[in-house]
């Protein structure tokens, strides 16, 4: 029978073989594993049920402490402080900031303009009304008997005399309608000695017309406003200077207070 060895002796053959090779594989693993355990729990958070072992490793941690807000002076205990709010009204006006490069848009909206306020033009008064613009018409139809003459002296059969005339006779049967020769406003109605009963007519630009030896009683009295060719009155005998012509109506005519040939306005014949 073999002696047995002593332990030693057979460490030492572990050791002298294939053993030392399994011995320090060991070693070296245990090395790496405690490394890779010691890395691990310092970079990495510990898991919900790894803290429980690491309160009992490292002891009773001492309780989380919040600072309580301060106490009203006359606040109930207990009772819930509401939130300081800010009032909408006192809030500051966050003002976005301008934009600037290519995303700045510029206003391009043109001002609008005021309303023309430049007065009307004023209608036009007789100043700026040439008589020339004035429309007339014949007050009675018929021929001139007596021409306009304030020059030249005409004999007059009534007085039996020659004189000037300042306006012309138109030939007009007694009662024959007389007509206004231009639009215009009534300014006199009344009796002349010799001229009988007459109508005075303003028609602006200056323009008096006067027509006579009317009928007592005229179609129109002082203020009336006449068209064109609108009945004034009738042809009558009142003249007593021209008693001795023809029946007819004496027409004269004046601008600015002279005396002006009532032809050069009347349309032609």
């Known amino acids: 029978m073999h002696e047995k060895k002593s332990l030693s002796a057979r460490v030492d ?39 429980g072992d690491y309160v009992d490793a490292m002891g009773d941690l001492p309780p989380k402490t919040t600072p309580s807000k301060p106490t009203a002076p006359n606040a109930t205990p207990g009772a819930t402080e509401p939130e300081h709010q800010v009032p909408e009204d006192t809030k500051p006006a966050v003002t976005p900031p301008p934009q600037s ?18 007065p009307s033009e004023p209608p036009a008064t007789d100043a700026e009304v040439k008589p020339e613009d004035l429309i007339f018409a014949w007050p009675v139809s018929g021929a001139i008997a007596a021409p306009y003459s304030p020059d030249e002296l005409i004999y007059n059969a009534t007085m039996d005399d020659w004189r000037t005339h300042d306006g012309i006779d138109i ?80 027409f004269s005519l004046t601008v600015n207070g002279q005396s002006v040939d009532p032809t050069k306005f009347l349309p032609q014949k």
């Open 13 to 51: 053959e572990f050791l002298g073989g294939k053993g030392f090779y399994i011995v320090l594989f060991v070693c070296i693993a245990v090395i790496g594993v405690s490394a890779w355990l010691l890395l691990f729990s310092r970079f990495s958070p510990l898991a919900p049920d790894d803290v």
């Open 101 to 118: 490069g290519a995303l700045a848009v510029q206003d391009t909206t043109k001002p609008t303009e005021p309303p023309d306020t430049k």
């Open 171 to 250: 030939e007009a049967s007694r009662g024959a309608t007389v007509l206004a020769p231009a639009a215009g406003t009534v300014t006199a109605v009344y009796t002349d000695d010799m001229l009988g009963s007459a109508v005075v007519i303003d028609h602006g630009a200056g323009v008096v017309s006067v027509s006579a030896n009317l009928a007592a009683a005229p179609a129109v009295k002082v203020g009336d406003h006449v068209a064109l060719a609108a009945p004034i009155g009738s042809v009558g005998d009142t003249a007593l200077g021209e008693t001795g012509e023809n029946s007819h109506l004496h």
